[in-house]
């Protein structure tokens, strides 16, 4: 069938339109040639209908490629400058880098080596291409562009121009497009003038004719990389392999309509194995990796099954954003929800829980409630128990308190806990018991790390700063420090250890205190100005992450003084919270901000952040820096700054095991690891040594209170 006999709209939505089924399927069943564009090397993957593939591949379709690596900030300078020797080398040092990560990436390995099966068939070819830095703007745009072109027997051809969801990383059947304008050949004027100009330019750049675009064949040295893995004779079995892939996350999706998000890799296999652990269990998955969505995609099953979903979340702000994001993605169905907290009372009504919480076959219903709500005697009388009610909690480990453990008295049937860090560190027994009711953890867990290979998360560069308290701030840890020994050298009992006294009242408060001057150290506000005045460019966008107000205040004057585009962010503040937001999307500059990162606030557009907040709690060592990795457009890297503080000595009898410094110390060492640039440890390592800090051992280190 020729691409002449289909009726193509003059431009597809992902919002509105079956893309897939409407256009790219039937364009990649029915060419020989499809010339494309797709951004990041990465991101080729995601551009192949793999369901249209076979066809392609039967029909002797060919498919040229021209792409970018992944290039660190470091080496974009001299790239863009003009291609040579160095540049080269550095050029194939990203992409060999990027072809081993795919391969070794557990849900992107089988398409990443049917992709090197068909490049070794010559079904595939890649060029890379460097955009130098003088090119003019409407060289950038073109180059930007995600231009496509089909072409059949016939050279019957269409062309295809708009945006890909390069923030997604998932397999599809419709290349992952947003958007696109459609121009026939077919069609007499501007249409098949639009084709021809695309046709041109695609060649022009192919042949590297295009002023200030690099444009270079496929190393040897990466198709060599290619070839090693490669299998030719077993392409179609891989294919086929993939396209299970495909079909489990169309099973598990939650959004039912066009344009819906198909749940990544990581997320379907959770759901499967959640499934087959009888459908419970807990996700152990990190921050920015879509736990709640993929929490949703469990709870349309579980609709879809007449059951009653009942979401627990911990705070007020959560019970919000849950009710706007089950109402956007369940859009196609009509779901009635039922509020219970913060001032929500209507479950209250005599029997109203009740009658709610019984199977309906006609209703579809959802109920939210904080935890606390939950675990009241009211709500625990009122609900009405049962297989048929299927529990979510959201970040479970919020469960394990001696008052909202009463929770686990509801006999439910399926349950589903979500955390980034669902022990709860500290707190043995409140862990247990929450692991208890909900199946432990389904493996494997996703951690930052898997995260960040998977890309679903952006890579990022890690740069601590260690700090040193003043001479003061020195003696006022000194004096608590020798208070704090001495209370438990008075207060210690045989056969006693020291982690026993954690909840004792004054061995906690002078914790605190402690904690505080390390929270407040001045060299912290010191270093942002130290640190800007380095790396900061003009519409770069830096967030500077405050502990409290009057630090926030200290930071924010010091920047504004300096000449620096600062304005700040958080709960409280007076004006335009989103208005600030959007100013900082669009223009850049210096966010100095307190909580943002705490509260689940996103602001993905985020390229550069300097934390100068500290905890000795894990869960918001990891959040708060996790938050920063949330993919963006045109965002291949994120770069961390991390302030670090230490005392000029710790006395040998100092309760090292209970200290804010080992517990940032040690995770400091670890997100280091994980970096693009791991040498950036090797001096919090001597600084640990130096300390006598087993790093190792205090990773999941910390404790589930605040320390204020």
């Not at 993957?45 to 792409?67: D, P, Q, S």
């Not at 959640?274 to 469990?298: D, L, P, V």
């Not at 299927?390 to 049937?413: C, K, Q, W, Y």
Request: hydrophobic share 40%; proline share 3%.
């Amino acid at each position: 069938m020729n691409l002449n006999c289909f009726d193509f709209k003059t431009d597809y939505n992902k919002a509105t339109d079956d893309i897939a089924n409407e256009f790219y399927l039937p364009c990649m069943e029915n060419s020989i040639k499809y010339d494309r564009i797709s951004g990041y090397f990465g991101s080729t993957i995601y551009i192949i209908a793999w369901t249209a593939l076979k066809r392609f591949v039967e029909n002797g379709g060919k498919m040229r490629i021209i792409c970018s690596p992944y290039i660190v900030e470091a080496d974009q300078t001299a790239i863009s400058e003009g291609y040579n020797a160095r540049s080269s080398e550095v050029i194939v040092e990203a992409l060999i880098k990027e072809i081993n990560g795919l391969f070794e990436d557990t849900y992107l390995s089988k398409p990443t080596r049917a992709l090197a099966c068909l490049v070794a068939l010559d079904v595939i070819d890649i060029k890379i291409a460097i955009l130098e830095s003088d090119a003019a703007p409407e060289v950038k745009r073109l180059f930007h562009d995600k231009v496509g072109i089909f072409q059949d027997a016939a050279m019957n051809c269409v062309g295809f121009r708009g945006s890909m969801n390069e923030t997604f990383k998932g397999l599809s059947s419709d290349g992952n497009i947003e958007s696109i304008d459609v121009f026939p050949n077919w069609l007499e004027g501007r249409d098949k003038k639009r084709v021809e100009n695309a046709i041109k330019y695609f060649n022009e750049l192919w042949e590297n004719n295009i002023k200030s675009i690099n444009v270079f064949d496929f190393p040897k040295a990466a198709k060599d990389l290619f070839t090693k893995y490669a299998s030719t004779d077993k392409w179609q079995e891989l294919v086929e392999e993939v396209k299970e892939q495909i079909d489990l996350g169309k099973k598990w999706t939650a959004e039912r309509k066009n344009g819906g998000r198909i749940p990544r890799p990581h997320q379907i296999q959770a759901l499967e194995n959640w499934e087959h652990n009888g459908r419970r269990g807990i996700f152990e998955h990190a921050t920015g990796s879509g736990k709640t969505y993929t929490a949703m995609c469990a709870i349309r099953q579980a609709i879809d099954r007449n059951e009653i979903p009942l979401v627990l979340v911990p705070s007020t702000e959560l019970l919000t954003q849950w009710k706007k994001e089950l109402t956007e993605v369940f859009s196609d169905i009509d779901v009635t929800f039922l509020i219970c907290g913060d001032g929500n009372n209507s479950w209250k009504k005599m029997g109203h829980l009740s009658a709610w919480t019984q199977r309906s076959v006609t209703k579809k219903k959802i109920i939210i409630a904080t935890m606390d709500t939950a675990a009241s005697d009211q709500f625990l009388n009122g609900v009405e128990q049962g297989e048929h009610l299927f529990m979510v909690a959201d970040e479970v480990h919020r469960l394990g308190s001696p008052f909202r453990r009463r929770v686990f008295r509801i006999n439910t049937g399926a349950r589903l806990g979500l955390s980034a860090t669902p022990r709860r560190f500290g707190d043995e027994e409140g862990t247990n018991a929450i692991f208890s009711y909900f199946g432990g953890i389904i493996p494997p867990p996703f951690t930052l790390k898997d995260a960040i290979s998977s890309e679903v998360l952006t890579k990022y560069f890690y740069y601590p700063h260690e700090i040193k308290l003043s001479n003061n701030e020195q003696k006022d840890w000194d004096a608590i420090t020798e208070e704090l020994s001495r209370y438990i050298v008075t207060n210690m009992k045989p056969g006693l250890e020291i982690q026993n006294l954690m909840d004792d009242t004054r061995v906690k408060t002078l914790l605190i205190q402690r904690a505080r001057i390390i929270k407040n150290a001045a060299a912290k506000v010191e270093l942002v100005l130290h640190v800007l005045k380095q790396h900061f460019l003009k519409g770069q966008r830096w967030i500077v992450y405050c502990d409290n107000r009057g630090q926030l205040g200290e930071v924010l004057t010091l920047l504004l003084n300096n000449g620096f585009d600062a304005y700040e962010y958080h709960s409280d503040m007076e004006g335009d919270k989103e208005a600030t937001l959007r100013y900082f999307a669009i223009n850049g500059g210096v966010l100095v901000s307190i909580k943002c990162l705490d509260e689940g606030v996103d602001i993905p557009a985020t390229t550069h952040a300097l934390i100068i907040a500290s905890s000795k709690n894990p869960r918001e060592f990891i959040q708060r820096r996790g938050r920063i990795l949330r993919r963006a457009e045109k965002k291949p890297f994120a770069y961390l700054h991390d302030a670090i503080v230490t005392p000029n000595r710790v006395d040998e009898g100092d309760l090292k095991q209970l200290s804010i410094i080992e517990a940032e110390l040690a995770r400091a060492i670890q997100f280091g690891e994980w970096a693009e640039n791991p040498s950036c440890i090797t001096k919090l390592r001597n600084v640990a040594i130096d300390f006598n800090i087993d790093f190792v051992r205090s990773v999941t280190g910390g404790y589930e209170d605040e320390e204020e």
